[in-house]
Every structure is written in C-alpha cells, then in structure tokens.
C-alpha cells in the first residue's frame, strides 16, 4: 500500500499500548514504538516521522511540555501531533489543540477510526507540502517576470529610439523614457495623457492625423507589421519628421501595437546638404562645359583667322 512510505511514532509509557497500536499500525505504516519524550527526542535527530502519537500523562515529561518543545524547535514544529491519551475532559483536549496538536483521540480508540484519522492527517500534510511548493513555485515565478519586466524596461529605456504601446481600441498605454526626452517633457504620463497635442491637424501628405493614425494601426493590426513618415508637433511648435515602424504583439487574449519612432531631422538635414552640393556640383559642370566650349570655339576662330595672312604671307614668300 501506498501507505507503508509514511512513518509513525507511537509515544506512550504503557507497554499495551504500544502493542496493540503497533499491531494495529504495522500493516499499513513503519511503525516506531517509543516509551517516553526523552527517546522520541533522541529518535529525532535520525528519523523524521509523517504523524506522532502522543500520550499525555507521561513520567519526568508529559504530552503537553511535549508537544510544547516541539513546536519551539523549528525542525519538527511542522510534523502533525495527534493525542492518543485516557484523559478525556474537555479541559485537557482544549489544552491539547492549544498546544499545537492537529487531532485528539481518546482511549478505549477504535482501530478503523485511528486508521481514518491518521490518513486524513498524512493527506493533510502532502496536501499543504504541494501547496507550499505550488505557492513557492509561484513565487519564483513572479519573480522570474519582475526580473523580465526590468529587463525590458531597460532595453527600451536604453534605446535611442522613441518606443510607444497602444492597445486595439487605439488607446496608448505607454513609452519609453527616449520618448519623454523627446519632447522634453517630465514624465510618462504626461506624454500620455497630452499625446494628441503632440500631433498636428494635418501630416505633411495633407492626410488629417487622427483619420491616418487609425489607418495605420489598423494596417499594422492586419499585417503584422507596417513602415511610414510621420510628423509629430513638438511643444515649442515645430514639426519634428520621424519615420514610424508599428509592430503587432501578442497580449493575452487580444493584440497590441508596439511603435517604434525615429527622428528624421538629422537624416533629413543630411540630404539637403547632399542635394544642395550636388546642385552645385551641376551648376559648376554646367559652367566648366560652357566655358569648354567658349574656348574650343575662340580657338577655332583664331585659327582660321590667323591661317588666311599666314596664307598670302607664305605666298609672298
């Protein structure tokens, strides 16, 4: 039976009780049969029992100093304490659940009805053993997400792009701190609860934003992913270009969209630059080409003008 694994300490001065319970216990559990507290003591430092039985009138210790020793020491306050003693009043079984003891059980007992009590009380114990390791197991489990959680939160505040997180109903929820800096504001919530003012009427497509955000989103919502130019209204009022990148992400039960924002500004500057140098590289081309071809015309002319006298000199000569 399952039950053999399980172990049993009997405590008890009289011999006949510790027989007949160990006849009856044997068959069903390894029964250890001790006649007094000092042995169950020295019996606990080898063996860690599933459930004692415990006598209450005992010499030099009773039941009740017992049982009060060992729910002071922290290695066997947990192990379940069950009374199996002739004191019947109600003010010794009142003492007793007092002190600690799971059960209390008189005697003349009834086998079957020890047997039941016993069991309920080793499934008691694996019952609370699996939720303490259920609850622990949890507990490192949270802590496991809250360590993720940082992480992320690092990762995105460590990014030199501005990151945003709307829900489907097109509602943001949050950003990053690259966000925040962006447009020099003091915090998230800030940002978030003002977002709207950060956008203009219109984007530079002449598409009104509220009706091309909802698009977007939608887009990306559809596709998985989705890539387009974006102006945001910054608080001083100048139009800041970003290029803008939504990304659907699984949540729960329902999808989100993450936003991934850079700013273009810099970008855009550049290729002026390089626009406004190659206009004038052409400009410059342009006026080497002309004055190329001034030159081979003059010398052209020159040439036939100074071959005529050169001709009748040559004549003469």
């Not at 003010?91 to 047997?115: M, W």
């Not at 002309?290 to 009748?312: C, D, I, Q, V």
């Amino acid at each position: 039976m399952d039950n053999v694994r399980h172990k049993i300490m009997l405590v008890d001065d009289n011999m006949a009780t510790l027989n007949q319970g160990k006849s009856l216990l044997q068959p069903f559990y390894k029964v250890y049969t001790i006649k007094s507290s000092a042995i169950l003591f020295e019996n606990l430092e080898h063996y860690t029992p599933d459930v004692i039985l415990l006598d209450v009138e005992m010499p030099e210790m009773d039941g009740f100093e017992t049982i009060t020793k060992l729910k002071t020491d922290a290695r066997f306050k947990d192990i379940p304490v069950i009374f199996l003693t002739s004191k019947s009043d109600e003010e010794s079984e009142r003492k007793g659940f007092s002190l600690g003891a799971v059960d209390y059980i008189t005697k003349p007992f009834s086998g079957p009805l020890l047997l039941k009590r016993i069991s309920n009380q080793i499934l008691h114990k694996r019952v609370q053993a699996a939720a303490k390791d259920y609850a622990n197991n949890v507990e490192a489990m949270e802590r496991e997400i809250v360590k993720a959680e940082e992480r992320i939160r690092i990762m995105l505040n460590a990014t030199p792009l501005c990151c945003e997180l709307w829900d489907a109903d097109f509602n943001i929820i949050d950003c990053n701190e690259e966000t925040v800096k962006f447009f020099g504001l003091s915090s998230k919530q800030e940002y978030i609860d003002n977002v709207f003012k950060f956008t203009p009427e219109f984007q530079s497509d002449g598409e009104r934003s509220d009706e091309k955000v909802v698009k977007c989103l939608n887009k990306a919502l559809d596709e998985g992913r989705y890539v387009f130019d974006w102006v945001h209204l910054a608080p001083d009022g100048t139009m800041v270009p970003v290029e803008s990148t939504l990304v659907r992400v699984d949540y729960k039960d329902n999808y989100m969209v993450a936003a991934y924002s850079r700013d273009l500004r810099e970008y855009k500057k550049m290729m002026q630059e390089i626009n406004d140098t190659s206009a004038l590289l052409e400009s410059a081309l342009e006026q080497a080409t002309t004055a190329s071809k001034a030159k081979g015309n003059f010398l052209s002319t020159m040439s036939h003008e100074m071959r005529t006298p050169m001709n009748a000199i040559i004549g003469m000569t």
